[in-house]
């Protein structure tokens, strides 16, 4: 443990101290959390042109179709009614005892905890989708969500994740924290949209027996992305899938690790990522899958895909697993490429310019995975998204987006009208 690193209650007496100077806040978190990672984050002090009083969050209403519940920053914004089923505390009014997850060796989550203006708390209704949006215009002090998924009936949670405007910001943290109890079927969306700054996210989860637990992640926008996350199925028959969609362009750094552990027996673990790298991005993919002793009859399984745009675009992707059961079937792949010269032939042929055959194999590659969200609405709004950012290889979404009419037939997409005639 870093000796910066104390614990939990010591680190929120220092928090509330050193809340009095923001600045002073601002750099022990940097210098204690974002100096690990990977990628250099200039720790220069922003501009006033840097920081925007708030998100324009409309923007991103009509964008997704959606309307929101509520904006977090450092405090919460109730946008239209708020569902009972989200709750806000402060760190010190939360009941760490009864609803905390992580453990205290995990020293991120002591960090973010401990530095937290707000801590949310929801518990999803099935039925009742929450729509929320984090916003980091101006306030990079972690937000920490914590999600309790009890309802055996389908539940849903939209997040959308915005950066600051520029890269003069410092990073922003976000800690999730997931619980599927047991019956429980949760499915939780997380969109990176939007601002010029740096995101960190750390994800946790847990899955009770018999839960499913679909999480997909979509990554757009941010100038630095830096996600770690590590779900577990923690009891028997649990079902965990993770799928990640990343559209990198410009200069973008995007780094992720994953850590998938099947703990019990008769668990399924799957861990699915596809990566389109454009312009100048650089991306880090790491996937690990960890089967314990007596996790037996269980499936563990992790892909990675990849096609690079552009010779100046750069993909690294690292699969990686550990069984320690003998009855279990575990598999991993990983691969990346340019477009496949034969499929652009083949597409030409049909009549299509090899700027619209390489765009419709894109986003026929993206659908693999955005085909298995469940929320239509969310689904179609990703697709069009994803649609917009290949075809002008930048993230900076418009005032107004057009949505494509896209069918999702299986794990192949179509564009209609240009469906292959016989």
Same mark, same amino acid.
């Given at each position: 443990? %870093? ?17 009095? %100077?923001?600045?002073?806040?601002? %750099? ?5 959390? $974002?100096?690990? $990672? ?119 949670? =939209? ?32 969109? $990176? ?12 989860? =847990? ?6 637990? =679909? ?68 991306? $880090? @993919?790491?996937?690990? @899958? ?133």
């Amino acid at each position: 443990m %870093n000796s910066n690193i104390k614990d939990y209650k010591s680190l929120r007496e220092e928090a509330i101290l050193m809340h009095k %100077n923001s600045k002073a806040s601002q %750099n022990y978190l940097r210098d204690i959390l $974002y100096k690990k $990672y990977n990628f250099k984050v200039n720790l220069s002090q922003p501009s006033n042109d840097a920081v925007s009083p708030s998100s324009n969050y409309a923007k991103y209403e009509k964008i997704l179709g959606i309307k929101f519940n509520a904006r977090i920053t450092g405090g919460f914004d109730v946008i239209n009614t708020i569902p009972d089923e989200v709750q806000v505390y402060t760190p010190d009014s939360f009941n760490i005892t009864g609803k905390k997850l992580f453990d205290n060796s995990d020293i991120y989550a002591v960090f973010v905890h401990a530095f937290s203006e707000k801590i949310i708390y929801i518990s999803p209704k099935a039925g009742k989708p929450v729509n929320i949006i984090l916003d980091y215009s101006n306030d990079s002090y972690p937000i920490q969500l914590i999600i309790d998924a009890r309802d055996k009936e389908p539940s849903t949670i =939209n997040e959308i994740i915005l950066s600051g405007k520029s890269e003069e910001l410092p990073p922003s943290v976000i800690m999730h924290e997931i619980s599927a109890g047991k019956d429980s079927n949760l499915e939780f969306n997380i969109l $990176y949209l939007g601002g010029d700054s740096g995101i960190i996210s750390m994800l946790r989860g =847990n899955a009770g027996e018999y839960s499913k637990l =679909n999480i997909n992640e979509i990554y757009v926008g941010n100038s630095l992305t830096k996600e770690e996350s590590r779900i577990i199925s923690a009891s028997a028959n649990a079902e965990v899938n993770i799928r990640k969609t990343v559209a990198a362009s410009l200069n973008q750094k995007i780094d992720l690790l994953s850590d998938i552990i099947n703990n019990e027996r008769n668990t399924r673990c799957d861990s699915s990522l596809n990566v389109i790298a454009s312009g100048n991005s650089v991306c $880090y @993919a790491k996937d690990f @899958a960890e089967v314990k002793e007596g996790a037996k009859s269980s499936l563990s399984h992790i892909s990675q895909r990849g096609i690079i745009r552009d010779p100046t675009a750069s993909l690294n992707m690292m699969p990686d697993m550990s069984i320690n059961e003998s009855y279990t079937k575990a598999s991993h792949y990983s691969y990346s490429s340019p477009i496949d010269r034969d499929e652009l032939f083949y597409l030409e042929s049909r009549g299509m310019s090899e700027e619209q055959a390489e765009h419709l194999i894109s986003l026929g590659f993206f659908s693999t995975n955005i085909s298995m969200i469940k929320d239509e609405n969310l689904k179609n709004s990703a697709i069009s998204i994803l649609d917009y950012v290949l075809k002008k290889k930048d993230y900076h979404l418009p005032e107004e987006l057009k949505r494509i009419d896209w069918e999702f037939d299986g794990n192949i997409g179509l564009v209609k009208g240009i469906k292959d005639k016989k």
